[in-house]
């Protein structure tokens, strides 16, 4: 058969049900292929959203997301999608088209060498140099992508090579003898940990997205429920804890409680699990956690003691990790009581400092209230996707997420323009789920385009717009380290969003009333196609708490 119609063969082997991509002149064998290839195409209106559609698609379902591009500007256009990936994780794999073997390195029309763009932030790429590859190559992608620490893969095949006829015959099993990532964890490091749990008087359980990845989040609550261990979570590692507990710190990091900074800062032992210590947690990394000896469990062994040292580093798979871990604790039988005086500590910070904001005199909404009544509106179980700023961590803070791959944001590129193709993605992986995305003016017209496919390829996502005019979070930061300078934030006027998303085929709607909310974004959701709802907010709200950049925890401000 064609290597073209092999590569359909070697997706559906994987599982693979859905595509997002855009045809050009060096895929188009690849898009013949997909005309009665028995695997669904969404044709997206930009490659940039192609590529966040297959993220959202991979986040919400935990399968890997699939996107194809031509050569050239195809190609380039996924390189934020491919970063993005990177650096939260997320099990993709890239197909691209690449000009004729004859014409690479001759800058012939539409050529560009993606594979020397991208190599540093895949985690593996091929280009394909002889078209009896392309099988092992499709299945290796996938494997590459879905285990260890997943991440995106990029396979480059040129056209003539993927108009070949090869003698295809199905690959049983990926022997990749140079990668065989640590999955079960030290035994002896295991026990380590439980023991210094048990001898912890100030302990923290710290987790990130890492436990969602792993599927991990059921064993996370078992490991908080061994004993009463506060637990906090990354922006990226919400949901795996349930918030509505009594152990949950609510999310630490730059925009996180006080209560979780507050512990962070003041702990013995923090056990980190799935997570990266990032500048947006660490704070001035010098200051971070002073008195605290560490943890770190973690798939990849990279992460171990890269930006704090570890004392017990176990690198393997959360979910086979945990359960371990959580057995070796139990039979330790330590005294609970020891943590009397820490949850005494922790509660005086909840009271003390609970999220707050000062709710407004008359109709006007505030940004927080949008997001509590959004949790209203939806009953709390919505997966809900965000672009990137003040709306994104308003919503973390928020909105209690109680189960895993029910929060989908970009967290360590924060790549503006994510939320909507996200939310495409995710409603395509979860048709039966309520999908919303949580958008900024200034984030949601970066990818508005997609709207269109929304509307033909009949995917009903509902779009929330945190409009205040202006790009919110860079006018907090000019506001607060910038004696209110404010350059180039103020969005203006344009557009009218209830006029483009009617232009688009969706509904729109424009809602200003505080007192009629929930109902209205209930009747929104209620919709049978997509809808784009306008929610006037406070224009220069801010999002607190806040630690400073290059601060410590304790230097928390609002």
């Not at 496919?453 to 790009?471: F, Q």
Request: proline share 6%; net charge negative.
């Amino acid at each position: 058969m064609r290597a073209v119609d092999a590569i359909i063969e070697c997706l559906k082997a994987e599982g693979v049900e859905h595509v997002f991509g855009i045809p050009g002149g060096a895929n188009l064998p690849t898009y013949d292929a997909l005309y009665d290839g028995g695997v669904r195409h969404i044709q997206c209106r930009h490659e940039q959203g192609a590529g966040h559609a297959a993220e959202g698609y991979a986040k919400a379902s935990g399968r890997v997301g699939v996107a194809l591009a031509t050569s050239g500007p195809g190609a380039t256009n996924l390189v934020t999608p491919i970063a993005d990936a990177m650096m939260d994780s997320v099990p993709t794999v890239f197909i691209t088209g690449q000009v004729r073997t004859d014409l690479i390195g001759t800058d012939g029309f539409q050529e560009a060498d993606v594979s020397g763009i991208t190599l540093p932030i895949v985690k593996h790429s091929m280009m394909i140099q002889d078209p009896r590859e392309i099988p092992e190559a499709i299945h290796t992608a996938f494997h590459i992508a879905s285990t260890g620490r997943p991440g995106p893969v990029l396979v480059d095949v040129p056209q003539d090579l993927s108009r070949a006829d090869i003698d295809y015959e199905p690959v049983d099993r990926v022997n990749l003898p140079g990668y065989q990532p640590t999955t079960e964890g030290n035994a002896k490091q295991i026990r380590l940990a439980a023991k210094a749990l048990a001898n912890a008087r100030r302990p923290v359980i710290y987790a990130g997205g890492g436990v969602i990845s792993a599927e991990a989040a059921k064993e996370l609550t078992e490991l908080g429920e061994s004993d009463r261990f506060p637990v906090t979570c990354t922006v990226m590692g919400l949901g795996a804890f349930p918030a509505p507990h009594d152990h949950w710190l609510g999310m630490l990091g730059m925009h996180g409680t006080r209560a979780a900074n507050y512990a962070m800062d003041e702990a013995d032992l923090i056990c980190c699990i799935g997570a990266r210590f990032d500048d947006r947690i660490t704070g001035k990394l010098s200051e971070f956690a002073p008195r605290a000896k560490f943890i770190h469990i973690d798939v990849d062994p990279a992460e171990i003691s890269k930006n704090v040292p570890a004392h017990i580093p176990i690198v393997g798979d959360a979910k086979k990790i945990l359960p371990k871990l959580t057995r070796e604790y139990r039979a330790l039988e330590s005294d609970s009581a020891r943590l009397d005086g820490w949850w005494e500590r922790i509660r005086n910070w909840r009271d003390k400092h609970p999220l707050r904001y000062e709710d407004s005199v008359d109709s006007e909404i505030k940004p927080q209230w949008m997001i509590q009544a959004l949790y209203q509106a939806t009953g709390g179980d919505a997966i809900v996707t965000s672009d990137v700023g003040q709306h994104q961590m308003w919503t973390a803070q928020h909105y209690d997420f109680a189960k895993p791959r029910r929060w989908i944001n970009s967290g360590g590129l924060g790549t503006m323009g994510f939320g909507l193709p996200s939310a495409m993605g995710a409603k395509v992986a979860m048709p039966d789920e309520q999908v919303v995305c949580v958008a900024g003016d200034g984030s949601l017209i970066m990818n508005v385009q997609e709207l269109a496919t929304c509307v033909t390829e009949e995917i009903p996502v509902k779009v929330m717009i945190m409009n205040n005019g202006y790009l919110g979070m860079v006018r907090q930061w000019q506001e607060l380290f910038w004696d209110r300078r404010y350059s180039s934030v103020d969005m203006g006027s344009s557009p009218d969003w209830v006029k483009l998303a009617e232009a688009f085929g969706a509904k729109g709607v424009q809602l200003t009333q505080k007192e009629s909310l929930v109902d209205d974004m209930k009747e929104a959701l209620a919709e049978d196609g997509p809808v784009v709802v306008d929610v006037r907010v406070t224009p220069e709200e801010n999002c607190y708490p806040m630690i400073p950049a290059g601060q410590a925890a304790r230097d928390m401000v609002g």
